[in-house]
């Protein structure tokens, strides 16, 4: 067990290390060559993602003027969760066991973590949605709770689809209409009001049925 702990620590810091001393250099490539291929732009896209050295928005808007909001909205979301779902599994199967002997301490955190493992699905989506947590702190807490990786995946994946679409059009527009970001903003905050609105309603039924 320990030897898996070390061999994931080592990895992600080799990578991360790896990142962040050629963070400028990818940028670049991304830049002049990344249309080339997708693919690799794709995977880079992930490595910044699970390595926000630079911030995630940044790169979304980068891609978003590259490919255009509908296909840089594609290549910004499939990166961001495929990065979730690997840190949440390298979390799962390395750290896990030590996680909840940390939550078991604090009775509080454990209430709250029943109570989150009861509508896993629902908070998770949300907080992908409504981006406040940071993604980096919300991926380990998921991890070290008992939501399988079915559920995880499913629901940040579905749940990132609105903001990855919001960072490519932002910068797509940025360069090409800048005059449009205000509507940008207007349509997304309305989408938000939707969904917070549908949670609330949801919300309130699922208490009655458990009540």
Do not use: C
Request: proline share 4%; glycine share 8%.
């Amino acid at each position: 067990m320990m030897k898996r702990k070390l061999f994931i620590l080592l990895l992600f810091l080799t990578i991360g290390i790896f990142v962040y001393i050629y963070r400028l250099d990818l940028i670049t490539w991304i830049q002049w060559y990344g249309e080339q291929s997708i693919i690799l732009t794709t995977i880079a896209a992930t490595l910044f993602a699970l390595f926000p050295v630079i911030p995630f928005p940044i790169i979304g808007g980068i891609l978003g003027v590259m490919y255009g909001p509908a296909i840089g909205s594609l290549v910004t979301w499939i990166g961001s969760s495929v990065a979730s779902i690997i840190m949440f599994i390298a979390i799962r199967f390395g750290f896990q066991d030590w996680g909840r002997r940390v939550i078991s301490r604090y009775k509080s955190l454990d209430r709250i973590t029943a109570l989150f493992e009861r509508n896993a699905f629902m908070t998770i989506f949300i907080s992908r949605m409504v981006p406040v947590i940071p993604s980096i702190v919300a991926n380990s807490y998921f991890a070290l709770s008992r939501v399988s990786l079915g559920v995880y995946s499913l629901a940040s994946t579905i749940g990132k689809i609105p903001s990855m679409i919001l960072f490519a059009t932002v910068g797509s527009t940025l360069m090409n209409n800048p005059g449009d970001l205000f509507m940008v903003a207007i349509y997304y905050l309305g989408f938000l009001l939707v969904v917070y609105s549908i949670y609330r309603m949801w919300s309130r039924r699922h208490h009655r049925g458990t009540t």
